[in-house]
């Protein structure tokens, strides 16, 4: 078997990792606050860019970002997790501790997500990640995705940027594969195609590589502040 830890892994990675290896990699998700893990999915060689079932004793609540109440199945929303693996506080730090712990036990884990019918997580992204367009929602995750099937793409990431017409706006870096091209204006074309017309990228920048931190997840702050000096 195979996990993908860290960060979601994309289909298209998944794919090619199942192509080499005869197995296919089972997301699965945690935070150093509930360690080692929240969900896993089951070793069945299928991929569905789930996270998976909460492991044993775990619960796991979709709940609004405003208010706090308990949302529908398949509605996006903050995850907040209970179980025998989420810590007690942290050190020395009771003020942050309880802005993310209530008094039941539940932890905010500032990650955005929903629930469906069979009870398995699909994450959309942190909190502070989401971009608003004109008052509707956009999480990076269900616009890196669409980038993520065009075949001339190698690695994409979304990024938000202050906009006034609509108070924010979705911009897109992306890396190409060697030898393969495709210009800004058609991978636009191809982004309409499966997204609304608020979540499709404003701007598109093809760079030769994405910057990362020193774990090897892309730095997204590195690229907010790029996108600063470009406006």
């Not at 997790?81 to 500032?110: C, I, R, S």
């Not at 929602?137 to 001339?152: A, R, S, T």
């Amino acid at each position: 078997y195979s996990v993908a830890g860290g960060m979601v892994a994309r289909e298209s990675v998944a794919n090619r990792w199942f192509k080499e290896t005869n197995v296919m990699p089972s997301n699965c998700y945690g935070l150093t606050e509930t360690s080692p893990a929240v969900t896993m999915n089951p070793f069945d060689n299928t991929f569905d860019n789930s996270v998976g079932f909460p492991i044993p004793s775990t619960e796991v609540e979709i709940r609004d970002q405003e208010n706090g109440s308990l949302l529908p199945i398949n509605s996006i929303g903050l995850i907040f997790v209970k179980g025998p693996q989420v810590m007690k506080g942290y050190w020395n730090n009771p003020e942050k501790t309880a802005h993310v712990l209530d008094k039941d036990g539940w932890f905010n884990t500032g990650d955005c997500g929903y629930l469906n019918e069979f009870g398995k997580l699909f994450i959309s992204g942190r909190q502070n990640d989401m971009i608003i367009v004109s008052g509707f929602n956009v999480y990076p995750v269900e616009v890196e995705q669409v980038l993520d099937k065009i075949p001339e793409v190698k690695e994409a990431v979304v990024v938000g940027s202050i906009y006034e017409p609509t108070g924010e706006r979705v911009n897109a870096f992306v890396v190409l594969k060697p030898n393969m091209s495709i210009t800004e204006s058609e991978i636009i074309k191809k982004c309409k195609k499966d997204l609304a017309n608020y979540k499709i990228p404003h701007r598109i920048f093809i760079i030769n590589e994405l910057p990362k931190t020193l774990v090897g997840k892309i730095d997204k702050k590195r690229l907010s502040d790029k996108l600063k000096e470009l406006s």
